[in-house]
T-cell receptor
Framework: GAVVSQHPSRVICKSGTSVKIECRSLDFQATTMFWYRQFPKQSLMLMATSNEGSKATYEQGVEKDKFLINHASLTLSTLTVTSAHPEDSSFYIC??????????????FGQGTRLTVV | AQKVTQAQTEISVVEKEDVTLDCVYETRDTTYYLFWYKQPPSGELVFLIRRNSFDEQNEISGRYSWNFQKSTSSFNFTITASQVVDSAVYFCALSELYGNNRLAFGKGNQVVVIP
C-alpha cells in the first residue's frame, strides 16, 4: 500500500528555536498534503492544506507565519514551526492522497511527530 | 459546528466481547465519504473502512463491520470478539465533495480491551 513517511518522529527543542518536520510520499505523487495537529486525548485538527508549487491554505485561526509550509515537490511537504514555544508542543501528523485519486480513496498518514518545546 | 460526533469518549470491554462505536455526521453535500481510522498508542493512523454516501449496504470485513444509515446520519462501527491489540483510539471521519479532500474527524473513542 501507499506509504507516507514523516520525520522526525520525536523532537525536543528549546523555546525560541525553529523545527522542521518533513512529510514524504514514498511510492506515489501527491499534489496535496494535509497537516494536522493533535493535542493529548484530542481529535486531529486540520491546520493547513499544502499544495505543490503554490501557497498553502491555512485553516482559520492558524498562524501562517508561525507554521510555515513548503511543498516544493510532488513527494515532499515540510512544516516549520518557527520560534517555537511550549504551547506549540503537540503531535503533528501529515497525510496525503495519491495524485488524481478520487475522494473515495483513503488518505495515507505519516507516523506523526511528537514535538516538545522546553 | 461539529461535523462528526463521537459521543462516547472511553469504552472498556473484556476480551472477546463485541464493541460498537457510534458516529453521527453532519453534511449538506449529497456526495460524501465516511471513514474509520484506528490510532494505536504509537500514534500513526491506520485506515480501517470507508463508505460512500450512495452505498448503504452494510458489510463485514473480518472482525470489523459497519452500519451506515443515511436516515439517521450514522456510521457505526463494530469490532467483534475484541482482542487486546484492538486497544486504541478510533476516529470516524467525513470527506465532503466540496471539501477539497479534507477530512473532518470526530473526537475519537478510546477503546480499552481488558484481557
Amino acid at each position: 500500500g501507499a506509504v507516507v513517511s514523516q520525520h522526525p518522529s520525536r523532537v525536543i527543542c528549546k523555546s525560541g528555536t525553529s523545527v522542521k518536520i518533513e512529510c514524504r510520499s514514498l511510492d506515489f505523487q501527491a499534489t496535496t498534503m494535509f497537516w494536522y495537529r493533535q493535542f493529548p486525548k484530542q481529535s486531529l485538527m486540520l491546520m493547513a492544506t499544502s499544495n505543490e508549487g503554490s501557497k498553502a491554505t491555512y485553516e482559520q485561526g492558524v498562524e501562517k507565519d508561525k507554521f510555515l509550509i513548503n511543498h516544493a515537490s510532488l513527494t515532499l511537504s515540510t512544516l516549520t514551526v518557527t520560534s517555537a514555544h511550549p504551547e506549540d508542543s503537540s503531535f503533528y501528523i501529515c497525510s496525503a492522497r495519491p495524485r488524481g485519486a478520487s475522494m473515495n480513496t483513503e488518505a495515507f498518514f505519516g507516523q506523526g511527530t511528537r514535538l516538545t518545546v522546553v | 459546528a461539529q461535523k462528526v460526533t463521537q459521543a462516547q469518549t472511553e469504552i472498556s470491554v473484556v476480551e472477546k466481547e463485541d464493541v460498537t462505536l457510534d458516529c453521527v455526521y453532519e453534511t449538506r453535500d449529497t456526495t460524501y465519504y465516511l471513514f474509520w481510522y484506528k490510532q494505536p498508542p504509537s500514534g500513526e493512523l491506520v485506515f480501517l473502512i470507508r463508505r460512500n454516501s450512495f452505498d448503504e449496504q452494510n458489510e463485514i470485513s473480518g472482525r470489523y463491520s459497519w452500519n451506515f444509515q443515511k436516515s439517521t446520519s450514522s456510521f457505526n462501527f463494530t469490532i467483534t470478539a475484541s482482542q487486546v491489540v484492538d486497544s486504541a483510539v478510533y476516529f470516524c471521519a467525513l470527506s465532503e465533495l466540496y471539501g477539497n479532500n479534507r477530512l473532518a474527524f470526530g473526537k475519537g473513542n478510546q477503546v480499552v480491551v481488558i484481557p
